[in-house]
């Protein structure tokens, strides 16, 4: 994989929330790198967003997607949010159901190898009348579950990627290396 650039890396933590979109403002106008990376017409368009506006990473998203590989920009914030919830689910920081159910949401977008923990632990989260019940009957086996699909994806025997498919979407897939 290509190493980021300085612009994809802030972007990426400005999408998995790592970067306010105010901090994001401040560094888009201050970084003058960006003048050259992006043509005029683009980056005074960058400027011109409205970055209080929740819909302004959706505008900020047309702008540069001629500029980022969007591939490699949706593997890594998949990639870095799924390591967060299945971190909050080991750590039992007070955000497991949370977590529980954003794993199963992964699952659901084609990630098959969180099947076990999905259907096990993150569906039966979605009910709310049983999660206090649901929590201490699941650990420690959700978080040993959890800490080895960390280590599958830390150590590249699991590898989160995008390609695009036949209708011009987007369709994950799973590549394993052995």
Known sequence: MQALTL???KYINLLTWELSSSDFEKWIYNE????????????TSILSLD??????KYSLRILVEWYVDNNK?????DTREMIKSLTSIMK??????????????FYCDWYDFLRDLAMNYGLPSFNIETNDKLLQNIYPDVSLDAEIII???????IR????RNEVGG?????????
């Open 7 to 9: 612009f994809e890396e």
């Open 151 to 157: 280590n599958h994806i830390i150590s590249w025997k």
């Open 73 to 77: 920009v949706s593997s890594l914030v």
């Open 170 to 178: 987007y369709m994950e897939y799973i590549e394993i290396k052995k």
């Open 51 to 56: 970055y209080s506006t929740p819909s302004f």
């Open 92 to 105: 039992r920081d007070g955000n497991e159901i949370s977590a529980l159910q954003e794993i199963y949401n």
């Open 160 to 163: 989160l990627s995008w390609t």
């Open 32 to 43: 003058k790198t960006l003048e050259t990376f992006f043509t005029q017409d683009i980056f």
